[in-house]
Nanobody, 122 residues
């Protein structure tokens, strides 16, 4: 059974940093493209970043480029999203997902985690 579990969310002040983790069981993440998505209240789920397999090419939404960094640790079967210079508009539930091809749309991903809340507020 495939399971993705996000962690690392929380409350942070504007300008602060968080690192989200996406840990997996039942699947080897290095064989998949891993995407990070977010969904704010009343809004659609949007792609934030993804990292491809096998070459680990990275992609970012324009709104987070230069502030967020996606990376893999294959030994830990975990993908990370380092988020710096956080803004109130980054507040959302963040989800990781595993799929076969790179993309910033939900339809290319087969497996999803349950999400972790990120709140950016003073």
């Amino acid at each position: 059974q495939v399971q993705l579990v996000e962690s690392g969310g929380g409350l942070v002040q504007p300008g602060g940093s968080l690192r989200l983790s996406c840990a997996a069981s039942g699947v080897t993440l290095e064989h998949y493209t891993i995407g990070w998505f977010r969904q704010a209240p009343g809004k659609e789920r949007e792609g934030v970043s993804c990292i491809s397999s096998p070459y680990s090419s990275t992609y970012y939404a324009y709104s987070v480029k230069g502030r967020f960094t996606i990376s893999r640790d294959n030994a830990k079967n975990t993908v990370y999203l380092e988020m710096d210079s956080l803004k109130p508009e980054d507040t959302a539930v963040y989800y990781c997902a595993a799929g076969s091809v790179p993309g910033m749309v939900t339809t290319v991903y087969d497996y999803w985690g349950q999400g972790t809340q990120v709140t950016v507020s003073s």
